[in-house]
């Protein structure tokens, strides 16, 4: 139980992180006069992100954290960095690429990197969930989008 509370309590402040990042850049985006703009509900899931993270780590804590053993698995701690740097690759990416460009490989990468090995399955995923994404924040929440602007 306590070797969990310390992988808790190190998620926690890995999400606060993340969130904060993801809060900070949903701020640079374009601001529109009518709806949320393309950075509110990035600002708002970051905010809900950071709030859990740091219930998380105030929880963990609470209970009491193990002393480190001092063994880290480096196979997962690894696999932890890629998908990160993907990740951070993509939010900075979608401003010139696009979310519609961009977002069908990125979710695509994420089900291949999650070990989900049937490949057209997860490509189809990947263009409906995008489609879907774009049809409910585009067309319903009026949420502008990044587009496509590298030429």
């Known amino acids: ?7 808790d309590m190190v998620t926690g402040i890995l999400l606060m992180a993340l ?6 850049e949903a701020r640079q985006m374009p601001q529109v006069d009518l709806g949320l703009g393309p950075g509110g509900y990035p ?13 998380l780590t105030i929880i963990s804590i609470r209970k009491g954290l193990p002393k480190p053993e ?6 997962t701690l690894s696999r932890l960095v890629i ?12 401003r010139y690429l696009g979310f519609l460009l961009l977002t069908p490989f990125y979710i695509f990468f994420a089900c291949w990197f ?3 090995r049937k490949k057209i ?8 969930v995008t489609a879907v994404l774009f049809v ?14 590298l030429f």
């Open 1 to 7: 139980m306590k070797k969990t509370l310390f992988v």
């Open 19 to 24: 969130s904060a990042y993801w809060f900070n």
């Open 121 to 128: 399955v997860a490509a189809i995923a990947s263009i409906v």
């Open 83 to 94: 998908f990160v740097a993907v990740s951070f690759a993509y939010v900075r990416a979608m």
């Open 70 to 75: 001092g063994k880290i698995d480096w196979k």
């Open 136 to 149: 409910v924040f585009r067309m319903l929440f009026f949420v502008p989008l990044p587009d496509f602007r």
């Open 43 to 55: 600002m708002f899931i970051s905010a809900g992100l950071f709030f859990m993270g740091l219930l």
């Open 114 to 116: 999650f070990q989900y």
